[in-house]
C-alpha cells in the first residue's frame, strides 16, 4: 500500500510564505502524475499544481505565478512553495498520486495538512 505522508502546514500571515513536503513510500517514477490538492471549508477539492512522470506541470489559475511544484527524487518527495499567501488559500492541502495502465487507474491520497492564511 502506497504512503504518502505530508508536513509543513501551519498559519501564516497575509503575504507569507510555506512549503509543503509529500514523502512518498516508493519512488514517484512510479506513477503517471504527482500533485497537490486543497479542500477549503463548504468547497470541493480542487487541483492546485501537479506535475506527470515526464516532467511537465500544471497550476491552477489562482495559484499561478505563486506556487511553485517542485520534487527530489532521491527523496521520493514532492514540495510545494507557496509564496505571497493569501486568506482565499486557506485550506487542507493534500498530496495526491495517480498511477494507470491501460484500462487500470488508481490513485492516493495523504492524510491532509492545514494551511491557514490570516489577513
Do not use: H
Request: hydrophobic share 30%.
Amino acid at each position: 500500500q502506497v504512503q504518502l505522508v505530508e508536513s509543513g502546514g501551519g498559519l501564516v500571515q497575509a503575504g507569507g510564505s510555506l512549503r509543503l513536503s509529500c514523502a512518498a513510500s516508493e519512488s514517484i517514477f512510479t506513477f503517471n502524475t504527482m500533485g497537490w490538492f486543497r479542500q477549503a471549508p463548504g468547497k470541493q477539492r480542487e487541483s492546485v499544481a501537479s506535475f506527470t512522470s515526464s516532467g511537465s506541470t500544471n497550476y491552477a489559475d489562482s495559484v499561478k505565478g505563486r506556487f511553485t511544484i517542485s520534487r527530489d527524487n532521491a527523496k521520493n518527495t514532492v514540495y510545494l512553495q507557496m509564496n505571497s499567501l493569501k486568506p482565499e488559500d486557506t485550506a487542507v492541502y493534500y498530496c495526491n498520486a495517480a498511477y494507470s495502465a491501460g484500462f487500470y487507474y488508481t490513485n492516493y491520497w495523504g492524510q491532509g495538512t492545514q494551511v491557514t492564511v490570516s489577513s
